[in-house]
């Protein structure tokens, strides 16, 4: 598990860097392109997420078919994937083009910030084609057993897009200042550089990927498959950044800069995390191997040993973060309510951390397991039974504090959640 879970600290970390160099510059324009980005937050992960359950779809079914030795099946579902994978993206974004403006007017983006926004989601949401496909392809290679080249893939990307970050936003030469657009351009063509990296990967290394022709019934088939184990995650994930979404329209109350220092926060929250994601991410298949070879002692002591880990991980970066919160904060940006907002919560919301990474590897071990609904509940339940109800009731009650504290809870909350939950998935093996 520690084999898989190595390479993806790596490339996770990378990916990470990047999302903390896109705030650090973006911080360098002003507040006002800084809370533009916080406004984009929440369309951005829905982007990701529906990625990531595709790529988890892809990760489970290529495994499944390797192991069973099926490698023209595996093969030809790596073509189909792909398809599928595109055409749901395409749709994704172009419903994000079509509705811009009002999505992100409802969610408190006003006049100036609204118009920054449109300016980097335009971008963006194409952007988003360019995303998917590197990313299945990278599922179905840790579907393979490589861990490696998915990660070293994510750096490579990673570092292009840290180096044309300040080139793009800030112009050099002939290349003019693009502001807050040029962190979606520079996202976008190290997107579309890891696309040919990927399926060169894919193709001449590994052999995994048929380029014949697809058939109706196959295409029905494989899409059959990754909507079993796809849409649930895929679903969950994309109702997390709708989740943010109104958790930043309750936050918007108390002005720009409290949105952008709150997503500064959360943006470091998510890099400090990377540990825990990984484990989540190495664990997978191994609990999914388990599982389908029926050997229940070991996926328990597989189970125990990634929820333990993924705990230790979690305090063991919330302490330095909690003491360090200010100067971490200060780093993006100094003095007012921006570096208030971020340094309160990186005072408070840490010591929840290790029940988040609790409720992140029990949803992923329900999903390694045949359970996606069961671990997708997790995931809803976190946000919309726990955190939107508390951020607005405490968020009244004691202003942005409050709206800290409702992430604590939260992610408290949800975790006795997800112990109950394994409780009643082992109760129900038992009777099966």
Same mark, same amino acid.
């Given at each position: ?270 890099? =400090?995390?990377?540990?825990?994601? %990984? /484990? @989540? ?5 191994? &609990? $999914?191997?388990?599982?389908? +070879? ?114 604590? =809870?939260?992610?408290?909350?949800? %975790? /006795? @959640? ?5 409780? &009643? $998935?082992?109760?129900?093996? +038992?009777?099966?």
């Amino acid at each position: 598990m520690l084999r898989l879970t190595g390479p993806m600290v790596v490339g996770l970390a990378a990916i990470f860097a990047v999302d903390l160099a896109d705030a650090f510059w973006v911080a360098r324009l002003g507040t006002l392109e800084l809370a533009a980005l916080g406004f984009c937050f929440p369309a951005i992960h829905v982007i990701l997420s529906v990625s990531l359950g595709l790529s988890t779809a892809a990760t489970a079914i290529m495994a499944q078919r390797i192991g069973a030795g099926d490698t023209d099946n595996a093969r030809r579902f790596a073509r189909d994937a792909l398809a599928i994978s595109v055409s749901i993206m395409a749709l994704v974004a172009t419903i994000g083009i079509l509705t811009l403006e009002p999505v992100f007017h409802s969610i408190g983006a006003r006049a100036e910030t609204l118009e920054q926004v449109k300016q980097f989601m335009r971008v963006f949401y194409p952007s988003a084609l360019a995303l998917v496909i590197p990313m299945v392809s990278n599922g179905m290679l840790r579907g393979a057993g490589d861990s490696l080249w998915p990660a070293l893939i994510m750096v490579i990307v990673a570092i292009m897009n840290a180096a044309l970050d300040p080139l793009l936003i800030f112009g050099a030469g002939p290349i003019p200042a693009m502001g807050l657009q040029g962190a979606a351009w520079a996202t976008l063509i190290s997107r579309i550089v890891s696309i040919f990296i990927a399926l060169g990967i894919l193709h001449y290394r590994e052999r995994l990927i048929s380029w014949s022709a697809p058939t109706w019934s196959s295409v029905v088939d494989s899409g059959r498959h990754i909507v079993r184990i796809g849409l649930p995650s895929a679903t969950t994930n994309a109702l997390t950044p709708l989740a943010i979404g109104l958790v930043t329209a309750v936050v918007a109350g108390f002005g720009d800069a409290a949105v952008a220092g709150l997503t500064t926060a959360m943006r470091i929250e998510v890099c =400090a995390l990377l540990g825990v994601f %990984a /484990l @989540a991410v190495g664990c997978f298949p191994v &609990l $999914a191997q388990n599982y389908g +070879a029926g050997n229940f002692e070991r996926l328990a002591a597989a189970r125990r040993f990634a929820l333990l880990t993924g705990c230790l991980i979690a305090i063991a970066v919330a302490i330095p973060i909690t003491l360090a919160a200010r100067p971490i904060a200060g780093i993006f940006i100094t003095g007012g309510i921006v570096h208030d907002t971020a340094a309160g919560f990186l005072t408070l919301v840490p010591w929840s951390w290790p029940g988040f990474a609790l409720v992140f590897i029990m949803a992923s071990t329900h999903t390694a397991t045949g359970r996606p609904l069961l671990g997708a509940s997790l995931t809803v339940a976190r946000m919309f039974a726990f955190l939107i109800p508390l951020t607005w009731l405490l968020s009244q009650a004691f202003g942005l504090p409050g709206v800290f504290g409702a992430f604590v =809870a939260a992610n408290l909350l949800s %975790a /006795l @959640a997800g112990l109950a939950s394994l409780k &009643l $998935a082992a109760s129900h093996r +038992a009777a099966g």
